[in-house]
């Protein structure tokens, strides 16, 4: 009877221990993309009190992200009382339908929008003081030089926060060196845009170019494929869209070898099998060992024609490049010489230097070429999710003086 006592309470003690463990790791795990305008803007008056934003970090120093296919929801401290008013400008077009429960809806308690607009003049700065306006949600895409303005004109803003994942089209000296917190929508975006990825690698694997061809021609002719196990996947910028790929890519059986920043971010990262720091030799090793290599790092001045002719002269010889982060990353000769005469069995491009895309560039009339209009993550929903994020997520977290996610380096770029 005491033997069976004690074997009990050992695989008690043991199940304990193990979920115990579990939990932390799962923890551990989960800490780690034309709209018209108006000539006036919808102004409603609400003082606050001013708190630092360096209450704000994390508690621990550890940047936490958001995924909507593996965060959880709401983990805010709901408990926590209401510590500051959120009085919100948004630098977004008035018609946007994403944004329109910002808009119109019911905010958390505390938080209101003051005002709505795409350009400068569209804001009364005085009224905006009054209101110790403190947010800024941006979403129009030309908002650099109003944002560095309402910067500069209104000192009272602790937080920007940008619906985008990428913040290319905010950045300036003037962000870069405001003492508000900036944050985006990464985690948004990224299944989508991995599954396209994957329908690229197939779609150059498969040769679905010929069965198309077959099929117009009624042609009944059999030909050899490309298996995509065992084959490697190199990611250039290994952000949440990367990491997304690369999960994808290992349940096809790939090796995923990747370049980042900080490659100490993914040591024991079970999805990458390899990571490089974001050097130049580094680049063109990646890109010598890859069968398929997916550009999703962000545009900042140093990614700006990062992948040029060096580049792809390195490449595998059969290579595909594909592209989901930004169009001016890659130099567009560079590549079109690349697949022309160079190694490249092919490009599948989301994103292109300028877009839309020119009539006369060649990228039209290459074969090997897969185009897409900057649309892979443009499901039905992207846009209004991301508004969403924003509201139900971070801005709750922002009235409780919490820890914010999503949080960006304003001097990298992202």
Same mark, same amino acid.
């Given at each position: 009877?005491?033997?069976?006592?004690?074997?009990?309470?050992?695989?008690?003690?043991?199940?304990?221990?193990?979920?115990?463990?579990?939990?932390?790791?799962?923890?551990?795990?989960?800490?780690?993309? !034309?709209?018209?305008?108006?000539?006036?803007?919808?102004?409603?008056?609400?003082?606050?009190? =001013?708190?630092?934003?360096?209450?704000?970090?994390?508690?621990?120093? @550890?940047?936490?992200?958001?995924?909507?296919?593996?965060?959880?929801?709401?983990?805010?401290?709901?408990? #926590?009382?209401?510590?500051?008013?959120?009085?919100?400008?948004?630098?977004?077009?008035?018609? $946007?339908?994403?944004?329109?429960?910002?808009?119109?809806?019911?905010?958390?308690?505390?938080?209101?929008?003051? !005002?709505?607009?795409?350009?400068?003049?569209?804001? $009364?700065?005085?009224?905006? #003081?009054?209101?110790?306006?403190?947010?800024?949600?941006?979403?129009?895409?030309?908002?650099?030089?109003?944002?560095?303005?309402?910067?500069?004109?209104?000192?009272?803003?602790?937080?920007?926060?940008?619906?985008?994942?990428?913040?290319?089209?905010?950045?300036?000296?003037?962000?870069?060196?405001?003492?508000? %917190?900036?944050?985006?929508?990464?985690? +948004?975006?990224?299944? =989508?845009?991995?599954?396209?990825?994957?329908?690229?690698?197939?779609?150059?694997?498969?040769?679905?170019?010929?069965?198309?061809?077959?099929?117009?021609?009624?042609?009944?002719?059999?030909? +050899?494929?490309?298996?995509?196990?065992?084959?490697?996947?190199?990611?250039?910028?290994?952000?949440?869209?990367?990491?997304?790929?690369?999960?994808?890519?290992?349940?096809?059986?790939?090796?995923?070898?990747?370049?980042?920043?900080?490659?100490?971010?993914?040591?024991?990262?079970?999805? +990458?099998?390899?990571?490089?720091?974001?050097?130049?030799?580094?680049?063109?090793?990646?890109?010598?060992?890859? $069968?398929?290599?997916? +550009?999703?790092?962000?545009?900042?001045? @140093? =990614?700006?024609?990062?992948?040029?002719?060096?580049?792809?002269?390195?490449?595998?010889?059969?290579?595909?490049?594909?592209?989901?982060?930004?169009?001016?990353?890659?130099?567009?000769?560079?590549?079109?010489?690349?697949?022309?005469?160079?190694?490249? #069995?092919?490009?599948?491009?989301?994103?292109?230097?300028?877009?839309?895309?020119?009539?006369?560039?060649?990228?039209?009339?290459?074969?090997?070429?897969?185009?897409?209009?900057?649309? %892979?993550? %443009?499901?039905?929903?992207?846009?209004?999710?991301?508004?969403?994020?924003?509201?139900?997520?971070?801005?709750?977290?922002?009235?409780?003086?919490?820890?914010?996610?999503?949080?960006?380096?304003?001097?990298?770029?992202?």
């Amino acid at each position: 009877m005491i033997n069976r006592l004690l074997i009990c309470i050992y695989f008690l003690v043991l199940s304990s221990l193990t979920a115990s463990l579990s939990f932390e790791s799962l923890s551990l795990h989960f800490t780690r993309r !034309a709209f018209s305008t108006v000539s006036s803007s919808t102004l409603i008056g609400l003082t606050t009190s =001013t708190t630092s934003t360096s209450t704000l970090s994390s508690s621990n120093g @550890e940047e936490q992200y958001w995924n909507r296919e593996t965060s959880s929801r709401k983990q805010y401290q709901d408990s #926590k009382p209401i510590s500051q008013m959120a009085n919100i400008i948004c630098l977004s077009d008035p018609h $946007d339908d994403a944004n329109q429960r910002l808009y119109h809806g019911n905010l958390p308690k505390g938080a209101q929008v003051i !005002a709505v607009g795409s350009e400068i003049d569209h804001f $009364d700065i005085g009224k905006l #003081k009054e209101a110790n306006a403190n947010v800024i949600f941006v979403s129009h895409p030309k908002s650099r030089e109003p944002l560095a303005k309402l910067i500069q004109q209104v000192p009272s803003i602790q937080w920007i926060h940008s619906r985008s994942a990428g913040i290319d089209f905010i950045t300036s000296n003037e962000l870069s060196n405001c003492g508000a %917190m900036v944050t985006n929508a990464k985690g +948004c975006f990224s299944s =989508t845009l991995a599954e396209y990825t994957m329908m690229a690698i197939s779609f150059f694997a498969k040769d679905l170019p010929r069965l198309l061809k077959q099929k117009h021609s009624k042609t009944w002719e059999k030909y +050899c494929v490309e298996e995509i196990r065992g084959k490697t996947l190199g990611i250039i910028g290994y952000g949440d869209i990367g990491r997304a790929a690369g999960t994808l890519a290992k349940a096809y059986g790939m090796k995923v070898i990747a370049l980042r920043r900080n490659p100490q971010n993914s040591q024991g990262d079970p999805i +990458c099998d390899e990571v490089y720091s974001n050097d130049k030799t580094s680049l063109c090793r990646l890109v010598s060992k890859s $069968d398929y290599i997916l +550009c999703a790092a962000p545009l900042t001045p @140093e =990614t700006r024609g990062l992948i040029d002719e060096k580049v792809f002269s390195s490449a595998k010889k059969n290579s595909v490049f594909i592209n989901v982060g930004r169009g001016p990353i890659v130099e567009e000769d560079a590549l079109i010489e690349a697949l022309k005469n160079g190694p490249l #069995k092919g490009a599948a491009l989301d994103v292109v230097a300028t877009e839309p895309l020119p009539k006369d560039s060649e990228l039209w009339t290459l074969e090997n070429v897969l185009l897409s209009p900057h649309n %892979m993550d %443009m499901t039905e929903t992207f846009m209004h999710e991301a508004t969403e994020f924003f509201i139900e997520e971070n801005l709750p977290r922002f009235l409780r003086n919490d820890p914010l996610l999503n949080l960006v380096d304003k001097v990298a770029g992202y």
